[in-house]
């Protein structure tokens, strides 16, 4: 899962970078209103964490601008203490959620997982398929009732397919959804990631399918008809 953070203050973004990275997610940080609005248009994040009071552009129209453009990620607002018509103005622009600065870092990735997994159709913090269950609050997977252990990037790849049960996801998309902008990206390494939960999951537990990518069943395969 690939956020976006939009902050103006150094220490909070780095804050933010830090804890979001060690949660699991790939993090790119915009620090102004026109660089942000930019990253929001032209990549294509899980969800955004946008500060309102922003340097060039102010975060309530970079919202505007992205929802009249057709954005429709998760975006939760920082609104200033006290400030009950921001948030009012920032839900109305169409933000999915809020936090009052200050705030604690737990609440602010409860929310986040929360918006991730809501705008991807699911109602609980554990996600199932088949045997594999993959718990979103603390990062880990279990194969029938058995801890596996993941690296970090097979982590953000098999959550991503998970988050996606039952759809076709291309290289190119889960390259966009496990890595940040930073990073050197090359498309036949998700070959190499994928070959690696198998070994660790099972062969059958990602299917790929020819030409197009790969997807995970909800359903076990093994139940199939
Ligand atoms: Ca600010």
Aim: hydrophobic share 40%; aromatic share 6%; proline share 3%.
């Amino acid at each position: 899962m690939r956020v976006l953070i939009v902050e103006d203050e150094p220490e909070l973004s780095r804050q933010l970078k830090e804890s979001l990275s060690d949660a699991g997610y790939a993090v790119d940080c915009a620090s102004d209103g026109e660089e942000a609005h930019f990253m929001g248009e032209t990549e294509p994040y899980d969800a955004v964490i946008l500060d309102l009071g922003l340097p060039v552009i102010d975060g309530l129209s970079i919202l505007e601008k992205w929802r009249s453009a057709g954005r429709s990620m998760p975006v939760l607002i920082l609104t200033a203490r006290g400030s009950w018509t921001e948030r009012v103005s920032g839900l109305d622009a169409g933000a999915d959620d809020y936090l009052t600065k200050p705030f604690k870092m737990e609440e602010l990735l409860a929310r986040l997982r929360a918006l991730i997994r809501r705008s991807s159709g699911h109602a609980t913090a554990e996600l199932v398929c088949g045997p594999v269950l993959l718990d979103t609050r603390q990062g880990k997977v279990t194969m029938d009732g058995r801890a596996i252990k993941l690296t970090a990037l097979e982590f953000k790849l098999l959550s991503y397919l998970m988050h996606h049960a039952d759809e076709v996801i291309s290289r190119t998309e889960l390259t966009e959804h496990i890595y940040d902008q930073d990073f050197d990206r090359d498309s036949n390494t998700i070959e190499v990631f994928v070959n690696r939960i198998r070994k660790k999951l099972g062969a059958d537990i990602i299917q790929t399918v020819r030409g197009m990518g790969y997807r995970i069943s909800e359903s076990d395969p093994d139940q199939e008809e």
